[in-house]
C-alpha cells in the first residue's frame, strides 16, 4: 500500500495536547449535557444580517464564479486602507494576499519564509495551531518561552539566544491565550533581534480590533520592519465572520506576488461573495468592530471584579493575569496543587464547564487555564460561579490535607 507522507503525519507532533478536553466537552454537550463551553475563540453573537445581505446580493448578483486569485481588487484596496489606518504606512493592493481566514495566512508566510529544515520561532504559550503549521511547511517550530511574571512579553535576551540560525519568528500581539498587547519595549527588543538575525517576523495581528489597555502598535511600522514584516489579519473575529474563512496576509509587494503563486496552486481564492461580503463589512468602520468587540471587554472586567471579590471573602488563591486586548482571561490555578488539564478534566466532570488547559498552549502556559469570554453575561457569570466554587473546594482540599 502506499504511505503516508512523513510531513502529514508528524504534523501534530503526537499525543492530545490538551485538546482532548475540548473533544470530550462537545461530546457531552451533543449527548444533551449542558455543558458551559469556554473553549474556543467563537462569538456568542453570529455575524450582522447587514453583512449577510451583503452576501447573498453578491451571490445572487452572480459573483459565484472564480474570483481573482489574489482577491477581489476591491477588497484588497479595503484591507489596505485599513491597515494604512493604524500608522504611518501606506498599503497599497499589491500589498495584500486575500486568503481563507488568517490560518490559510499563517500557511502561505511560512511557505514563503521558510524552506524544508529551517528552524521558525513562535512564542510559548501559543496559538494551538502554530506548530502544526510550520511543521505543515516542512520547517521545525522552536518555542521560545515567556513568563507570567512579564504578562507573558518575550524577553529580548531570550528571542536572541534561540534566534542563531532561525529564518522566522512569529509573533501574535493582541496574544492568544494570554491577552498579552505587546509593549513597545517588547516590539522594539523583537525588531532588534529580527535586525540582528535577518530573519522574516510573520506578526498575527487578527486580534487588533480587540483591545482593552494601551493601543496596538502593527509591527510592521516598526523603523526597518516593513520590508521583513509579514502580517495576518482576519475578519473572523473583528467582524464575527469565523465561518466565512476571510482574512489576509499583508507584506512587501515581491513576497505578496510569491504568495499569490502560492495560492493560485493551493486555495485557489476565495469565493467572491464572501469578499463583497467583507468589504461591505470593512465599509461599516470602526464603529462595528468596537461593537463587535465590547462584550469580550465586559465580560473580561466581570472576571476580574468577580475573582477580587472570591479572593477578599475567601481564601481563593488562583490569579488572573489581566488581559490586555483578545477574548480570553489566563488564570493561574498552581495554588490548587493540579495542572491545568487536571483542573480542566475534574471542573468539566463536577461542574460541566469546559475551559481549555494551558497546556494545549505550550509549556509556558502549564498550570494555566484558559477561559474564552464566548457566552451570553448571565450564562458566563453562571459560568464563573461555578468555576470559583469549584476552585475553592480545590483550595480548601488542599488547606486539609496540610493542616
Ligand atoms: N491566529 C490566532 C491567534 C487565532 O486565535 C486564530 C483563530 N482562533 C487564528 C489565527 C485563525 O483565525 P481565522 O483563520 O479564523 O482567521
Known amino acids: ?14 499525543g492530545d495536547d490538551g485538546w482532548g478536553l475540548f473533544y470530550r466537552a462537545r461530546a457531552l454537550k451533543d449527548a444533551g449535557e ?11 453573537t453570529r455575524t450582522a444580517p447587514d453583512i449577510l445581505d451583503a452576501m447573498d446580493a453578491s451571490a445572487r448578483g452572480g459573483h459565484t464564479g472564480y474570483a481573482a486569485v489574489p482577491g477581489t481588487r476591491s477588497l484588497r484596496d479595503a484591507v489596505a486602507k485599513r491597515l494604512s489606518s493604524f500608522s504611518e504606512l501606506t498599503y497599497g493592493p499589491e500589498n495584500i494576499l486575500i486568503t481563507p481566514g488568517g490560518q490559510s495566512g499563517l500557511f502561505a508566510a511560512h511557505s514563503l519564509a521558510c524552506d524544508p529544515g529551517d528552524t521558525a520561532l513562535l512564542i510559548d504559550p501559543y496559538y494551538a495551531t502554530y506548530p502544526g503549521t510550520i511543521r505543515g511547511v516542512g520547517a521545525v517550530p522552536k518555542p521560545v518561552a515567556t ?5 507573558f512579553q518575550p524577553r529580548e535576551a531570550d528571542l536572541m539566544a534561540a534566534s542563531l540560525g532561525a529564518k522566522s519568528l512569529l509573533i501574535n500581539t493582541p496574544n492568544n491565550p494570554t491577552g498579552a498587547v505587546y509593549s513597545d519595549a517588547t516590539l522594539e527588543g523583537i525588531a532588534r533581534v529580527a535586525g540582528a538575525r535577518d530573519l522574516w ?27 521583513r514584516t509579514l502580517t495576518v489579519g482576519s475578519l473572523s473575529k473583528s467582524h464575527a465572520m469565523t465561518g466565512s474563512r476571510l482574512g489576509w496576509v499583508a507584506g512587501p509587494a515581491g513576497a505578496v506576488a ?11 481564492g476565495v469565493p467572491g461573495f464572501i469578499q463583497d461580503a467583507g468589504c461591505y463589512a470593512l465599509s461599516l468602520g470602526v464603529e462595528a468592530e468596537a461593537a463587535v468587540a465590547a462584550p469580550f471587554l465586559r465580560r473580561r472586567n ?34 490548587t496543587g ?44 453562571t459560568a464563573l460561579d461555578r468555576l470559583f466554587a469549584f476552585a475553592a473546594r480545590q483550595m480548601d482540599g488542599r488547606c486539609a490535607a496540610t493542616a
Do not use: K
Open 302 to 335: 466581570m472576571v476580574l471584579e468577580r475573582l477580587a471579590q472570591q479572593q477578599a471573602s475567601n481564601s481563593l488563591q488562583i490569579r488572573a493575569i489581566p488581559p490586555s486586548g483578545a477574548m480570553y482571561v489566563m488564570l493561574d490555578i498552581r495554588a
Open 34 to 44: 449542558p455543558v458551559l463551553e469556554l473553549t474556543i475563540g467563537e462569538h456568542d
Open 338 to 381: 493540579l495542572s491545568g488539564n487536571d483542573f480542566g478534566e475534574a471542573l468539566l466532570e463536577e461542574e460541566r464547564v469546559a475551559v481549555m488547559p494551558g497546556e494545549s498552549f505550550g509549556v509556558a502556559a502549564a498550570g494555566h487555564i484558559r477561559v474564552a469570554l464566548t457566552l451570553p453575561d448571565e450564562v458566563f457569570a
Open 201 to 227: 517576523v510573520i506578526s498575527d495581528e487578527v486580534y487588533d480590533s480587540q483591545i482593552w489597555e494601551g493601543t496596538h502598535r502593527p509591527f510592521a511600522s516598526l523603523p526597518d520592519m516593513f520590508e
Open 147 to 151: 513568563h507570567p511574571e512579564d504578562g
Open 1 to 14: 500500500m502506499p504511505t503516508y507522507s512523513n510531513r502529514l503525519m508528524g504534523l501534530t507532533g503526537g
Open 258 to 268: 510569491q504568495m499569490i503563486n502560492l495560492a493560485t496552486h493551493t486555495t485557489y
